[in-house]
């Protein structure tokens, strides 16, 4: 028994080193283009907010670097990572993001893509909100 533990032993030492819960995921195809929002709903009120009068939009394109505009005004501009943490859930994490006017933060948050609809979801606070982008390129 002792033989079999010994060439074992590395090898679970290597699988449990270098084997991880989650990985950079390389197809950001769907995230690729023109976002602006269009509403956000939930917090502890359980309310939604539009964005007018604020034009709020997130420009995202295939070499992983966004830009972030509010009416028309770069705030930010960086680059991004997407980390797939199961098979259901990509989290999206933006560089030096800064959001000067809106309470928005979509900094570290589960995406999802459905048609034209970009979804961000707050999902370390239990009172978070949904933040609902439309595509327009």
């Known amino acids: 028994m002792k033989k079999y533990f010994i060439f074992i032993l590395p090898y679970l030492i290597f699988c449990l080193t270098f084997n991880s819960c989650?990985?950079?995921v390389d197809n950001n195809s769907n995230l690729v283009g023109q976002w602006q929002w269009a509403y956000s709903y939930g917090g502890l009120a359980v309310q939604?907010?539009?964005s007018s009068p604020n034009i709020v939009k997130?420009?995202?394109r295939s070499d992983m670097m966004y830009t972030y505009m509010?009416?028309?005004v770069i705030k930010s501009t960086d680059k991004y990572q997407l980390?797939?943490?199961n098979s259901n859930q990509i989290i999206l994490s933006l560089s030096n993001f800064n959001a000067s006017?809106?309470?928005l933060s979509p900094n570290g948050e589960i995406f999802t893509i459905k048609k034209d609809t970009l979804t961000f979801t707050d999902y370390l606070i239990s009172d978070g909100y949904n933040h609902y982008f439309q595509k327009i390129q």
Request: aromatic share 16%; glycine share 6%.
């Open 22 to 24: 989650t990985r950079n």
């Open 48 to 50: 939604k907010i539009n």
């Open 58 to 60: 997130f420009d995202f």
């Open 70 to 72: 509010e009416n028309g």
């Open 83 to 85: 980390t797939q943490v």
């Open 101 to 103: 006017k809106l309470w």
